[in-house]
C-alpha cells in the first residue's frame, strides 16, 4: 500500500479543488465575502467528514489538520483575487469539481483499504467523500443536487473510477499507476458525459420511463 503522507497530498488537492469550486458558486451567486468562505468550508470538508465519522475517525480530519483549513483560506481566497479575469464561472465550478471528485474518490477509497473494508464498501466511501460536499453546496446556493437529479453523471464517475482502480489491482499493475487511473477515470466520465449530455433514465409521476 501506499504511504499514508501520499494520499494525504490527495486530500489536500482534492480540498483546494473543492475550495475552489464551491468559492466560485458562491462568487456567481452574489454572495458576500462570509458567504464565500462558509460556502468554500462546506464543499470542501464536508464529504471528508462523513467519511470519517462513517470510520468512527473522531476528531475529523479537518479539525486536527491545520493544512486543511490554511489550503481551503488560501484556494478561496485565490478565488476572490482572480474572480475578475474568469468569465465563464460555471465552467470553473464545473472544472474543479470534476477534479475534485476524482481525488477524493482515490482517498475515500484509501481510508476504507486502511481500516480494511471490502471493495464495495470502499467504493461506497470513497463516492460518499466525493459527493457529499457537493450535495451540501448544491442546497445551500439552491442548485438542484446534482447527486440525486439527472442532469448529470455525478456519483456514478466516482464509482466507475473505484472500479477501475480495483480492477487494474486484481491485475496486479502498480499503485502509483492504479491512483492515477482511478483518478484519471473519474474526472474523464464526468467530464465526456457532461459534453455529450448523458443522463441516466428516471422514472415520471405516471410510473413511465424518462429517457432524455
Not at 462558509?38 to 471528508?48: D, Y
Request: charged share 15%; proline share 2%.
Amino acid at each position: 500500500m501506499l504511504d499514508f503522507p501520499f494520499f494525504s497530498v490527495l486530500d489536500l488537492l482534492g480540498t483546494a479543488a473543492f475550495a475552489v469550486s464551491g468559492a466560485s458558486l458562491a462568487i456567481s451567486k452574489k454572495f458576500d465575502l462570509f458567504g464565500v468562505f462558509v460556502l468554500a468550508f462546506v464543499t470542501a470538508i464536508c464529504g471528508g467528514t462523513v467519511r470519517d465519522v462513517i470510520l468512527g475517525d473522531t476528531p475529523v480530519e479537518w479539525m486536527s489538520n491545520s493544512y486543511l483549513i490554511a489550503t481551503i483560506i488560501g484556494f478561496a481566497s485565490l478565488a476572490l483575487l482572480f474572480n475578475p479575469f474568469i468569465n465563464k464561472m460555471k465552467y470553473v465550478v464545473y472544472l474543479f469539481d470534476a477534479i475534485g471528485l476524482g481525488l477524493f474518490t482515490m482517498a475515500g477509497i484509501q481510508k476504507g483499504l486502511s481500516n480494511e473494508m471490502n471493495v464495495f464498501s470502499c467504493i461506497l466511501l470513497g463516492t460518499i467523500s466525493a459527493t457529499f460536499g457537493g450535495l451540501l453546496r448544491d442546497i445551500i446556493t439552491g442548485e438542484q443536487p446534482m447527486l440525486l437529479t439527472r442532469k448529470e453523471i455525478y456519483a456514478l464517475a466516482c464509482a466507475g473510477g473505484g472500479g477501475v482502480y480495483f480492477i487494474l489491482d486484481a491485475i496486479g499493475l502498480a499503485k502509483e499507476i492504479n491512483v492515477i487511473a482511478c483518478i484519471v477515470s473519474v474526472f474523464l466520465i464526468r467530464h465526456i458525459t457532461f459534453k455529450l449530455g448523458v443522463r441516466l433514465p428516471g422514472v415520471d409521476e405516471n410510473g413511465k420511463w424518462i429517457w432524455k
